[in-house]
């Protein structure tokens, strides 16, 4: 997963280690030196940055390798510092993340630590906190980590850069300063879902019935069911709820569903989404969002269905070499996946807010990339199962579209990688006379012993 932001990644899960902290370190802050809890060692403006803060995430940096650039006990207090100056301007202008993109991103982060945990419940015994919690604390920290984001790019926007000043930026550039151009791959995929039997799909909706059942009987709650039973991992230890949400973060098949229920009482009818099968129960609403509970259950797929999948393939692939039809057009006509069907198979690589066919190796699923690795441009591979990107098996055969090697870049080949460099740079060079001109403006008061630090940016200490 791709994190952009002001916030490094390992700052994020520092930042969930230590939320919670509240303003009541601003008393603590006047007591003597030898009974302090915490300490407000920075203000910005009218915001805080307590010791606690710096201290969670310099914990959490050496737990993950991080290195900084410079004494950490300055470094990180300037870095929150500059994320409040954002902050703040996206408070004057207006800018604002919708809720929806905030509990996706929490999404990702809490199934990313889980993946790197092992489990949920080494996750809950690491953090000493349970999902929920997690979650929760997560909320406010991404939330101003995708503001800061968004006020930085409002501010760059603007910013172009021409032909002619990439040229002469890379002009007299010394070749140990040549950037590198990692490997990349263009890569077509056709997919054929499994068939599930029908006697599994009957099972799992009489399982779901069997729950619908117990519920209105009073023999048991929602909630307890689907911590016991739910395949979401998502929300199953927080008993299958899902905080307030938009329509449009859903499923459409379990949306239609879900904003149509009135009564909490009510358990809903039994809906099919891509991700499997539910039931839904209504916790609130509020305005366009609500807040629901669920139950998902996946059928389980027969080795004999997978292996026939397999095979299926392995007949395309043969038809393919034997010129009968080309990839392009089985991909169109019979692939499964429906988001590279339209495009002749072309998997697509979505990097910030652009779109582009090719990807770095370490960019492309697992799967894919370990077949990709040791094929022949042209080259069509062997039948393979994975795990799509919405949790289900499928069966995949992919065609090498193109490779370009790792390579120093030049002007002719790497035109844009060289265009992106530079214009990475005048936005930085932007947003960093953005910040000295706001700190000028804005009141700080630093605690005496950060006054010898070597910070970034002058004029914190007025």
Known sequence: MKLKGNLCFATLLACASMAGVDSAAQTAADSSAHNVVDEVIWVVGDEPILKSEVEAMRMQAAQEGTRWNGDPDCVIPEQLAVQKLFLHQAAIDSVEVTEADVQGQVDNYVEYWIQQAGSREKLEEYKKQSISQIRNELHDIVHDQ??????????????????????????????????????EVEVQIITQTPRIEQEEINRVKDELR??????????????????LYSEDPGSARSGGEIDYA?????????????????????????????????????????????KVRHILL?????????????????????????????????AT?????????????LMSNIMGSAR???????????????????????????????????????CAIVKLKNRVD?????????FQVMKDLVLGKRREEKLHEWVA??????????????KDCKFEYQGWIK
């Open 333 to 345: 006509v019979i692939s499964d996946d429906k988001d590279t069907r339209n495009n002749h198979g």
């Open 146 to 183: 995708m503001t800061t984001q968004k006020m930085r790019e409002k501010l760059v926007e603007n910013i172009k850069v021409t032909p002619g000043e990439v040229r002469r930026y890379f002009k007299d550039m010394p070749q140990d300063s040549i950037p590198f151009v990692p490997t």
């Open 298 to 330: 996946k059928p389980r797929i027969s080795d004999k269905a997978v292996s026939s999948s397999l095979a299926r393939l392995d007949s395309i692939r043969t038809d393919i070499t034997k010129g009968l039809f080309t990839f392009e057009e089985g």
């Open 406 to 414: 790792g390579h120093k870049a030049t002007i002719t080949e790497d």
């Open 210 to 227: 069997s729950f619908t059942d117990r519920i209105n009987k009073g023999e048991t709650s929602f909630s307890t069911l689907a911590r």
């Open 437 to 450: 001109d706001k700190i000028k403006t804005t009141y700080v008061r630093i605690n005496d012993r950060y």
């Open 246 to 290: 938009g329509r449009t973060t859903f499923d459409p098949a379990f949306a239609n569903v879900a904003f149509n229920l009135t009564d909490p009482k009510k358990v809903s009818k039994i809906v099919e989404s891509e991700f499997g099968f539910h039931i839904i129960q209504l916790i609130d609403k509020r305005g366009d969002k609500i």
């Open 356 to 394: 582009t066919s090719k990807f770095r190796m370490q960019d492309l699923p697992p799967e894919v990339a370990r077949v990709v690795d040791t094929m022949k441009v042209g080259e069509i591979s062997a039948p393979f199962s994975m795990i799509n990107d919405r949790g289900k098996t499928v």
